[in-house]
């Protein structure tokens, strides 16, 4: 069983709209992409040549949205969101892309390539785990999700109130990294380094002034100490900070990527790479002072506490 992640930013015409392509998808158990041109129900190579034929030099995001619909299978699960309700969606597909048909209503709703699912309503961003939020940043119109397959089966059998699937095991403490969103986990740093390094935020130089990091924050002493927080895969490198100390040497940055990717460390010891298990041991230690939006999804996780 695979995961997997759709845009639905397909390109409806008018005087059809966004609305009448969720509708559809809705009432028909369908979602997909569009690239209508691209008819056959073959292979990948199939694919490819008719999306070269179709769309010559501009083929490669067809190409590679349709095969990737090709390769779902029954039983996956594809997250969405409708920009229109702020909703997001999880389905399980029931019947896969070579076995589409055409739909009388489906003109102008750009969606030629799918795949037939039972739709479940999930929420807002607040209850879907962070790996899976993550991957909406991406602009790939479909993308495959790594690492949350047990996950998403839970929610699957939890929303759905139907056990679809028998082998959904407890998650385990090491999965929260892919359970937190990357609010829970800015927020969970940033308290680490109120509470640990005793560092306060400056509330005149927060994020919308401070665009290369979260905040700035002071000691006692006037030091400046400048956090920045990525979740999902994206690494820091610590080697893009160093004129933040080499303009000021008594400023501290403070890097922590969920990834654990930081380049090369540089030998100035004013950059500071958090690990993930010195944030870990500070949740456990002030685990009363975590906002309870994350202790929820720690619980979730049977992450162990004091």
Partial sequence: ?????????????????????????????????????????????SIREQAKQAYDSKYLPGFKAVNAMRKMKVGDLIWTYAKESKTYYLCRVKNTWANRVRFPEQDGLDIGNYVSVDWVPIGTVGVIPGAVFNSFSYNSSVQRISNVENISKAYWNHYSQHTHYHDVQNLQPSEIWNVLTPECVEEVVLLYLQFVKRLVVMSGALKQSTPVYECVMVDKDGNRHYPQVKSGKFALNAQDYLSTVQSDPRAHVYLFATSQEYGQKPSNDHIHCLSKDEIEEFMRDYWKALPAQTKIWLELCEFPHK
């Fill in 1 to 45: 069983m695979q995961v997997w992640r759709i845009h639905l930013n397909n390109g409806v015409k008018p005087p059809k709209t966004k609305n009448d392509l969720i509708q559809f998808c809705f009432t028909r158990h369908v979602i997909g992409v569009g690239w209508d041109a691209i008819t056959t129900h073959g292979d990948e190579a």
